[in-house]
């Protein structure tokens, strides 16, 4: 740092406050420019071992997930959080509680390596508590339902979901509306209806009980669409997940009906294996898991820092509330445009 300083004619603890990420609202932007340029050309890498001996800080985030057999997404959630904390200086550790090892010995691992704070995620249709061993720690929530409102969450607004779905079947043209739901009551299935029948309200259309399909899978699934299609003869879908946007695309084609001719349908998720392989491509909502793993890492390390100003999201990235957002903070999600919609 003394290196530095000299070169830039500024004193250590000014390299310091810059290299440390600390300099917003201290040091002047265009010094602070010239600090880290000077820094790049000269090779400077701040030394984490030393650093944390002198603050009595890791710079180590600890993420425990539960339930990633059945949530792949929180892959994508890692991955955000991992970009996130190494733009901050931090690194992550992750483990999954999944299989035969419980949560509280993969946190205790963790903890051995002195963690500066946790994320935690339990993507679960259920309420959950948050464990007892990461409550003394700085803890951000991801996508977990929680009624503990101590930590902060970040999750997906589901009520957009369905408004914006519905929205755009409805600037379609689209009079007659189908909700292909999920017949497991989890919290976005019941939000998200909650969002189409707001837009349904705003749009002067009737809410009708007939264009309601709550289903699971396979022919069950199959037969409940189909038997809509027959009787209610609807001219667009919203449904709740990619998934079950493939049982709409069968009935259809079985009862000669063409995807985004003669019908509109709306998937969620972006399910590239589901999406991408339907002819035609499936218009669908983006989950921002991505988004809610980076968040989480900015909001966890302004707690650890006790600071939430300077931090800049990436402008690539879907709109991300401010870090002193009410609890909990929701992302709004992108909609993702193909072929499956009535131009």
Not at 7 to 28: E, F, P, Q, W
Not at 48 to 75: D, W
Not at 191 to 207: D, H, Q, S, V, W
Request: one cysteine or more.
């Amino acid at each position: 740092m003394k290196n530095v300083a000299d070169k830039a004619g500024v004193s250590i603890s000014t390299v310091s406050l810059v290299m440390n990420n600390h300099d917003s609202g201290r040091v002047k932007t265009e010094i602070a420019a010239k600090v880290r340029k000077i820094a790049n050309e000269l090779g400077y890498r701040p030394n984490p071992m030393a650093r944390s001996l002198r603050t009595s800080k890791t710079s180590i985030l600890g993420f425990v997930a539960e339930q990633i057999s059945s949530f792949p997404y929180v892959a994508k959630m890692l991955q955000g959080a991992q970009d996130a904390a190494s733009k901050l200086g931090y690194v992550v550790l992750f483990v999954t509680s999944d299989g035969s090892t419980s949560q509280e010995e993969q946190t205790a691992a963790l903890q051995r390596y002195g963690m500066d704070g946790f994320l935690y995620s339990q993507p679960s249709s259920q309420v959950t508590e948050v464990p007892d061993d990461l409550v003394h720690y700085p803890l951000v929530l991801i996508a977990t339902n929680t009624v503990d409102n101590r930590f902060p969450i970040v999750e997906s607004s589901e009520f957009d979901i369905g408004y914006d779905a519905t929205k755009r079947l409805i600037d379609s043209g689209a009079k007659r509306i189908a909700y292909i739901g999920n017949c497991v009551p989890t919290i976005a299935q019941a939000t998200r209806l909650e969002g189409y029948r707001e837009m349904l309200y705003k749009a002067g259309i009737p809410f009708d009980d007939n264009l309601l399909a709550n289903v699971s899978h396979n022919d069950e699934a199959l037969n409940a669409v189909e038997h809509l299609i027959e009787t209610q003869h609807p001219d667009a879908f919203f449904c709740y997940d990619d998934a079950r946007a493939w049982y709409v695309y069968e009935c259809a084609a079985r009862m000669g009906l063409s995807v985004g001719r003669d019908i509109s349908v709306i998937g969620v998720g972006d399910d590239k294996t589901v999406s991408d392989t339907f002819t035609p491509k499936l218009t669908t909502i983006e989950l921002p898991y991505y988004e809610m793993g980076y968040w989480a890492v900015c909001k966890l390390v302004s707690l650890i820092e006790k600071q939430s100003e300077g931090v800049m999201f990436p402008k690539d990235l879907i709109p991300l509330p401010p870090l002193d957002s009410p609890i909990p903070a929701r992302i709004h999600c992108r909609l993702i445009e193909n072929e499956s919609i009535v131009s």
